[in-house]
T-cell receptor
Framework: EAGVAQSPRYKIIEKRQSVAFWCNPISGHATLYWYQQILGQGPKLLIQFQNNGVVDDSQLPKDRFSAERLKGVDSTLKIQPAKLEDSAVYLC?????????????FGPGTRLTVT | AQSVTQLGSHVSVSEGALVLLRCNYS??????LFWYVQYPNQGLQLLLK??????LVKGINGFEAEFKKSETSFHLTKPSAHMSDAAEYFCAVSPYSSASKIIFGSGTRLSIRP
């Protein structure tokens, strides 16, 4: 089966600009996650979707970050306006619903550099 | 609240030597425990997981980990290191009551000396 797809792989923007990332999860996976991984740290959950509904967005900086999963399949994460501290790798992951929900499959990530 | 502590941000071993990466967790409820590996410019890949049952779990690429409840530890080992094992390793915890919520440690970079 195809893995989690993400694009773009790399993005360089200036501070105060906006940027969007796209993720297509594994087919049939109901749950989708966006993580932020700052250099030297472990991934931190930004938002979790179950189908097209938000389960957890408690760590999403809502003044500048937004995410949607309109049809319960692919998802976009947007940052507007970007700050220097947003430089990180943004990872998308997906999992099945139910008893196997803990097993998450990760995409390759988008490396964002804000200058 | 759950948390994970990985001892040592960088571990270096010789090829063929034992690999030991340390992980301690805190959890108010019985946890699920995981080790993930991340190769350069790639996403995370699940190495192994503990949910219930046998406390010694075997994963891919010859790695294994043992859940020790009394020590709140879940250390990762491999008897003989290979050059291809060089990567970043993340220990993670998830409360089984909210199985899809995973909290990651800060990672340990494993280097292999020829």
């Amino acid at each position: 089966e195809a893995g989690v797809a993400q694009s773009p792989r790399y993005k360089i923007i200036e501070k105060r600009q906006s940027v969007a990332f796209w993720c297509n999860p594994i087919s049939g996976h109901a749950t989708l996650y966006w993580y932020q991984q700052i250099l030297g740290q472990g991934p931190k959950l930004l938002i979790q979707f179950q189908n097209n509904g938000v389960v957890d967005d408690s760590q999403l900086p809502k003044d500048r970050f937004s995410a949607e999963r309109l049809k319960g399949v692919d998802s976009t994460l947007k940052i507007q306006p970007a700050k220097l501290e947003d430089s990180a790798v943004y990872l998308c992951a997906s999992s099945r619903a139910g008893s196997s929900s803990y097993e998450q499959y990760f995409g390759p990530g988008t490396r964002l550099t804000v200058t | 609240a759950q948390s994970v502590t990985q001892l040592g941000s960088h571990v270096s071993v010789s090829e063929g030597a034992l690999v030991l990466l340390r992980c301690n967790y805190s959890s108010s409820v019985p946890p699920y425990l995981f080790w993930y590996v991340q190769y350069p410019n790639q996403g995370l890949q699940l190495l192994l997981k503990y949910t219930t049952g046998a406390t010694l779990v075997k994963g891919i690429n010859g790695f294994e980990a043992e859940f020790k409840k009394s020590e709140t530890s879940f250390h990762l080992t491999k008897p003989s290191a290979h050059m291809s094992d060089a990567a970043e390793y993340f220990c993670a915890v998830s409360p089984y009551s909210s199985a899809s919520k995973i909290i990651f440690g800060s990672g340990t970079r494993l280097s292999i000396r020829p």
